[in-house]
């Protein structure tokens, strides 16, 4: 009986996933269009895939849980994760990090090694959905009907919890969006008081401004996005410029998200002793005016600001130079 659990457990959850994914998908047509086409699928194809992909999804998601049709489900579930599993690891290995959208706007980050990591975790869940639509084909029937009733609920239920999460997520990133829109000029007049911060670091601690400030050097604050190949080209040249500016100046990158996903980007940056800071909004961004990646905020000893926000690589170089002359002044 524990197996059949098991099976029915497996089955809801696949369901869940799929559907999660085509709603979002459906959600947020434009942006799962852009997916697409940033994917290699050619032009032509991009908006029959755009909706033909959730349509698949959807049918995964009803399929699964009715025990004559999930054989089939299990099989195209199969079938659409291992042709996106593959597509995944050809981007990568190009060096090409487009966005997921998997689930529609909730899940705009960019690919990566936990793609495949996740993926071959739900390759793996879908064989077992197919192994128990083989070994046991009578599931739920087999279940006392209040269990799989009540778990069937469950599972709707966590799919509206994770869909309102997914909604607030995306809501207050179109918030802060709008906010640095809203701005005015970019950047705070130099000389200002730089804004106070206590962001995440990669291993799981908190950095705030105050213990940068307190080695008695300059802050240049780096901030960047990791699906951005002009932050991935500028993070590459910092430890290089760390390490001709140590002792007058410390180089932080700040990013926004997931920290795990800024520690797998920063190492293979090399940044290996400069700090990466993971907002989870935009709250040093919007503190800072700083509106764009790659950006740089130059932050003198005494906790001012230094100057003007750089925008782009080549003016966040040029706060090297600025760094100097404060030195030397």
């Known amino acids: 009986m524990p197996i059949e659990y098991g099976v029915w457990i497996s089955r809801l959850v696949v369901g869940v996933l799929f559907g999660l994914s085509a709603v979002g998908k459906l959600a947020d047509p434009v942006g799962t269009r852009k997916a ?11 908006a029959a895939v755009g909706w033909g992909l959730p349509a698949l999804e959807g049918l995964v ?3 699964v849980p009715v025990p004559w ?3 089939p489900g299990a099989a195209l579930a199969l079938l659409l994760l291992v042709v996106f599993t593959l597509a995944v ?3 990568l290995k190009r060096g090409e990090r ?3 959208s998997c689930f529609g706007a ?3 980050e960019p690919i990566g090694a936990r793609t495949l990591v996740r993926n071959g975790v739900l390759l793996v869940l879908a064989m077992l959905v197919g192994w128990g639509a083989v070994a046991y084909p009578r599931v739920p029937g087999t279940l006392p009907t209040d269990d799989a009733v009540w778990l069937a609920v469950a599972a709707v239920l966590v799919a509206v919890l994770i869909w309102l999460w997914g909604d607030v997520h995306a809501l207050r990133k ?4 709008q906010a640095l829109s809203t701005l005015g000029a970019e950047g705070l007049p130099v000389g200002a008081v730089a804004p106070e911060f206590e962001l995440l670091d990669v291993a799981g601690g908190r950095t705030s401004l105050a213990s940068l400030l307190a080695r008695e050097r300059q802050v240049l604050l780096v901030f960047v996005h990791p699906g951005c190949e002009l932050c991935a080209a500028l993070a590459r040249e910092l430890p290089r410029w760390q390490e001709r500016t140590a002792r007058v100046l410390s180089i932080v990158v700040v990013g926004n998200g997931d920290a795990t996903e800024h520690a797998e980007w920063g190492r293979e940056q090399g940044l290996t002793d400069i700090p990466v800071l993971v907002q989870q909004g935009n709250e040093a961004a ?7 990646t790659p950006s740089g905020v130059l932050i003198d000893a005494d906790g001012r600001v230094a100057a003007p926000v750089a925008r782009g690589a080549i003016a966040a170089r040029e706060l090297i130079v600025t760094a100097k002359r404060i030195v030397r002044r």
């Open 106 to 108: 909730v899940s705009t």
């Open 89 to 91: 690891a050809r981007l």
């Open 36 to 46: 697409v086409g940033e994917f290699g699928v050619p032009m032509r194809w991009v």
């Open 69 to 71: 049709t999930v054989l």
């Open 98 to 100: 487009p966005a997921c």
């Open 174 to 177: 179109r918030v802060d969006e």
């Open 61 to 63: 998601a009803i399929a």
């Open 286 to 292: 919007l503190r800072y005016r700083v509106r764009g």
